[in-house]
């Protein structure tokens, strides 16, 4: 507290020394070398003195920029724009006498240069570090096309997805995913089912924020991963056809079109993308159960088909009352259905080598989703300082239904059966309702200190009704012992406020979020009720220090909360068969985490960061025997402690003007320790690594080429033990038209070596997994662009929705 007193006093110090001096404003305009003029210019403000960055500005569509609130003394400008030589202007002086200052005119001149008879034009990098995030730039990866939005996550540095499409980063599940800043509100199986569906077409950038502050929502222990769609970057009437084909095993294909209309006043855009996606799949488990009084091996093979049908659309409208005031509705949704059959072999005995009896399975499941949210939001700059006020209004809504049939079949080991075939059935249907709005509020109090704060409230209610049914004496008969029906509430409200100085070489940021949750979890059938309601606080600190003009250090802290998703609190049991099976558990907490980070940056691209985090009541899914089925079961528990530290770092390297590559090196250490699980004391730790290097080449005027390999190492998390994985993906892309069209061709998992072995380590259970997707795939896609490009493009809007969708199941 004495440091935060102290922070405060230097912060209000300098606002009263500011006071005292007179302020004026430097404008300017933007120009091509036709005269014409340019928007979305990065505009630099810098002192003379010490070359430090006092503001930044982005021209208007009319090429204009302006500075409010300036000190007097002497600065100078920089102009940055892709495609264009950065420009860097002559000191000037802002004089009491002359506190109104109008530039010379600025004019950009193309950076197109030439090597050896072959044209390189400067393209954004596959991998970006800025600030507070690392940025994975997706449209321009050719390695990407034809892949889903989770197989080009797997891509991205210090990300893992693993086989049942859990996503982690450096090293931690419990990732928070935001789809253009906003909140999906599902649960983590939902979210791997709509990133699934969603095109790597529809991405932009995968920004990775390790560290977030307050203003975003406190969930998600290990960092957050926001998906950024595309949005059309011309004015006037513009837009984008795609489509895509690939093969592996199994044909997928998508196509896609996106569309944008601006005029003065009114921005219209959408898009709409259709997919079919094929995929095999191969699981093998040998594992020993130990009964009282004998021990049984069982061997289980299964395969596994599934095929998907996506529609992803996007439409809004952006009305723009003045310069000042803009008014948006966005609406966007998913209608998707799919097929997945499942054949599985399981052979019983006493040993691996005997077999007295088996069980064969064949399961078919099919499965309808859509989901509608829509968007009501407000933005209004107040005043030139940068004091601006925004509210955003949600509601969403999302439907799906599963429908699945089980068969099993057991024999003698001469094929004789035992008894007749257990035919049982199941209808899931679901349904989630979300409302949402929030208030964020951001004001300069003086050009070095800056405020933000905000309020945001949400509603989700999910039922989820589950309906066994078994096939006796000719009829469908109800499970009583299945069947069920959970229906979940939850509120959250919420406050925070970030309160930022900028000093001559350092910026402090010290910011609190308020979050106070009621639930209740009714299992209905049974007349279970759990209800919960509970405040917390999660102080965030950040300080960022500039050593020199190539070194900077930093340092940060944060307190987390991860709640448990929705699919994991319902507790309905699933069976792949009588001897494998899942469930949920309504009695799980929260998880906490203390997160801290300390980085390092030389020369503005070269990132070393060490981070050290600690979960108390860390969810963790499971795989537990069932001693009295003699059955392997999967849920989640809340595991006492988790503690990980780590390291990470990232060396971009040009090694030629034609090469560039990213290297990534998470080195990583995860314990996990609980003192009752299930009747067993868990205690596991191991030091694992994850490396990643992609390579760029441009080979031929417009043609460029990808590379990268990704390897992780063995490891230990909560009772699984993993073996480690590797993979290499290549890619080629040229553009055509005039850059108006770009074919992209790409082989991913070159050497079909991408699978997932893991054993137990949780004690006294022997097991060994292998599982295998269909990864070895080939990809073609064709993009051409059209339309004018006249007027700015239409502004991203986050919505308050995000993380209530981000836990949703499928």
């Known amino acids: 507290m004495k440091i935060i007193y102290l922070l405060l006093f230097v912060l209000l110090t300098g606002n009263i020394a500011s006071a005292n001096t ?36 982005l021209t208007t569509v009319e090429g204009k920029f302006e500075f409010a609130n300036i000190n007097t003394g002497t600065y100078f400008v920089k102009a940055n724009m892709m495609g264009y030589d950065i420009f860097k202007g002559k000191p000037f002086q802002l004089t009491e006498s002359n506190l109104v200052l109008s530039l010379e005119e600025i004019r950009l001149k193309s950076n197109s240069k030439t090597l050896n008879a072959v044209s390189i034009t400067a393209i954004k990098p596959l991998i970006e570090r800025k600030t507070d995030k690392l940025v994975m730039n997706v449209e321009n990866s050719s390695i990407a096309i034809g892949s889903s939005a989770l197989e080009v996550l797997q891509k991205a540095p210090g990300v893992t997805v693993d ?11 419990g990732v928070l995913i935001l789809l253009d800043g906003k909140q999906t509100y599902m649960s983590s199986a939902d979210v791997a089912n709509l990133l699934r569906n969603m095109q790597s077409s529809e991405l932009e950038t995968i920004e990775l924020i390790t560290n977030p502050s307050s203003k975003y929502d406190a969930s998600g222990n290990s960092g957050i991963i926001n998906i950024k769609t595309k949005k059309n970057k011309n004015g006037g009437t513009n837009g984008s056809v795609n489509a895509a084909a690939a093969y592996g095993k199994n044909f997928r294909g998508n196509a896609g079109i996106n569309l944008n209309n601006r005029t003065e006043h009114v921005n219209i855009f959408g898009n709409y993308n259709y997919g079919v996606n094929g995929r095999d799949s191969f699981i093998g488990i040998d594992r020993i159960s130990n009964g009282s009084s004998d021990t049984t091996y069982f061997m289980q093979d299964g395969n596994s088909f599934r095929r998907r049908y996506n529609n992803n659309f996007k439409v809004g409208i952006d009305y723009f009352i003045d310069k000042k005031n803009t008014i948006g509705l966005l609406v966007n949704g998913y209608l998707n259905n799919g097929t997945e059959t499942n054949n599985s072999n399981t052979l019983i005995g006493p040993s ?3 077999k007295d009896s088996s069980l064969v399975s064949d399961n078919v499941i099919r499965n309808k989703y859509n989901n509608l949210a829509y968007n009501l939001n407000y933005k209004s700059l107040l005043d030139t300082a940068g004091q601006e006020i925004s509210a955003d209004l949600d509601y969403a809504r999302y439907n799906g239904n599963d429908k699945a049939t089980y068969n099993n079949s057991f024999f003698y080991a001469n094929g004789t059966p035992i008894r007749p075939t257990n035919y049982i059935r199941n209808a899931t249907p679901t349904k989630i309702d979300i409302k949402a709005f929030k208030i964020d509020y951001t004001v300069s109090l003086s050009k070095s200190v800056k405020l933000e704060a905000g309020v945001k409230s949400s509603w989700v209610k999910t039922d989820n009704d589950l309906r066994a049914e078994e096939y006796k004496n000719n009829v469908w008969q109800n499970d009583v012992l299945r069947s069920n029906q959970f229906v979940y509430d939850e509120n959250v409200n919420a406050a925070y406020t970030n309160l930022n100085k900028q000093f001559k070489n350092t910026s402090v940021q010290l910011g609190l979020r308020v979050e106070q949750t009621n639930s209740t979890g009714n299992l209905i059938t049974n007349n279970t009720v759990v209800k919960r309601s509970y405040w917390d606080f999660f102080p965030t600190v950040f300080v960022q220090q500039t050593l020199s003009k190539n070194n900077q250090v930093g340092f940060s802290y944060s307190r987390r909360i991860d709640r448990p998703s929705y699919d994991a609190l319902n507790p309905f049991v699933y069976y792949l068969d009588q001897y494998t099976y899942s469930k949920g558990n309504p009695f799980l907490n929260p998880q906490y985490t203390h997160n801290f980070e300390v980085s390092y940056t030389f020369m503005q691209k070269y990132l070393l960061s060490i981070n050290y985090s600690r979960v108390n009541d860390v969810i963790t899914e499971v795989i537990l025997p069932d001693p009295a089925q003699k059955a392997l079961y999967q849920t989640n528990a809340n595991i006492a402690k988790n503690v990980s530290y780590g390291a990470n770092l990232n060396i971009p390297i040009k090694i030629a003007k034609w090469w560039e590559t990213n290297n990534n090196l998470n080195v990583f250490n995860l314990s996990f320790e609980a003192p009752d699980l299930a009747g067993k004391v868990l205690k596991t730790g191991k030091t694992s690594f994850q490396f990643k290097t992609q390579h760029t080449f441009i080979i031929l005027k417009g043609l460029t080429g990808e590379l990268s390999g990704n390897y992780e190492s063995p490891l230990d998390y909560g009772t699984l033990s993993i073996q480690s994985r590797y993979f290499v993906d290549m890619g080629l892309s040229k553009s055509l038209f005039n850059k108006k069209a770009s074919l992209k061709l790409a082989l991913s998992d070159v050497f079909n070596t991408n699978d997932t072995e893991l054993t137990s380590a949780y004690p006294g259970l022997k097991y060994d997994l292998y599982q295998k997707n269909e990864s070895q795939i080939g990809r073609v896609s064709f993009t051409y662009r059209f339309g004018k490009n006249e007027i700015k493009p239409a502004r991203r809007r986050s919505t308050g929705t995000e993380d209530e969708q981000g836990r949703m199941k499928n």
């Open 352 to 354: 691996f080598l005997q």
């Open 22 to 57: 007179k302020q004026g404003t430097i404008s300017g305009v933007v120009v091509d070398e036709q005269s014409k003029p340019i928007d979305f210019v990065t505009i630099g403000l810098f002192k003379t003195s010490d070359s430090s960055l006092v503001k930044t500005a």
């Open 163 to 173: 086989q049942n499409d859990n996503i982690s980063m450096q090293g931690k599940q």
